[in-house]
């Protein structure tokens, strides 16, 4: 079974500039989770997907970060503009339905650095 | 909200002996899920162990057990015969519909 997949593994930008982190989760997992991992901190949680729908962005900077579902697949998570708050490694997990949406499957994650 | 906590920033061990690693939490629901992640240097974080709350008994996967005290509201982990790829932080996680709190994690490090 393929894991979960994301890219880029590393991304330098500048303060005020755009990123774009991408997921693919492991196949027929209907649940799609981004959290942000702060150096140091336990992982914090961005944005929770059910298929392609939003089921809790609570916790999403709705100011800077933007983030989809495309066809309850595939998701990206996008920041602009980037602080120098955000320098962080952004994680993608995913679960299946039921209980097995609480059993999380991560991703290698996104190591961002905002200089 | 849910508060996880891991009083232990980072602990060591000699290869072969046993390490308990400690998490407490703050809930007022009665039925949810408990996690030990490990997140290995430069890796990425993979399930270590799972505890459902209305379980009585302790969990255990080979080498590793739980000891969940659900009136205390603690979860600690016990890793057995420690190997050198035990090297890694480690994560406890409280889980309720599908939305789970992380500690801040227990560096551990088992010493040759």
């Known amino acids: 079974e393929a894991g979960v997949a994301q890219s880029p593994r590393y991304k330098i930008i500048e303060k005020r500039q755009s990123v774009a982190f991408w997921c693919n989760p492991i196949?027929?997992?209907?649940?799609l989770y981004w959290y942000q991992q702060i150096l140091g901190q336990g992982p914090k949680l961005l944005i929770q997907f059910q298929n392609n729908g939003v089921v809790d962005d609570s916790q999403l900077p709705k100011d800077r970060f933007s983030a989809e579902r495309l066809k309850g697949v595939d998701s990206t998570l996008k920041i602009q503009p980037a602080k120098l708050e955000d320098s962080a490694v952004y994680l993608c997990?995913?679960?299946?339905?039921?209980?097995?949406?609480?059993?999380?499957?991560f991703g290698a994650g996104s190591r961002l650095t905002v200089l | 909200a849910q508060t996880v906590t891991q009083s232990q920033p980072e602990m060591s061990v000699q290869e072969a002996e046993t390490v308990t690693l400690s998490c407490t939490y703050d809930t007022s629901e009665n039925n949810y899920y408990l996690f030990w992640y490990k997140q290995p240097p430069s890796r990425q974080m993979i399930l270590v162990i799972r505890?459902?709350?209305?379980?009585?008994q302790n969990a255990t996967e080979n080498r590793f057990s739980v000891n969940f005290q659900k009136a205390a509201k603690s979860f600690s982990l016990k890793i057995s015969d420690s190997q050198l790829g035990d090297t890694a932080m480690y994560f406890c996680?409280?889980?309720?519909?599908?939305?789970?709190?992380f500690g801040d994690g227990t560096t551990l490090t088992v010493k040759p």
């Open positions: 997990a995913s679960g299946g339905t039921g209980y097995g949406a609480n059993v999380l499957t």
């Open positions: 996680a409280f889980t309720r519909g599908g939305k789970s709190t």
């Open positions: 196949s027929g997992h209907a649940t």
């Open positions: 505890q459902e709350a209305y379980k009585q």
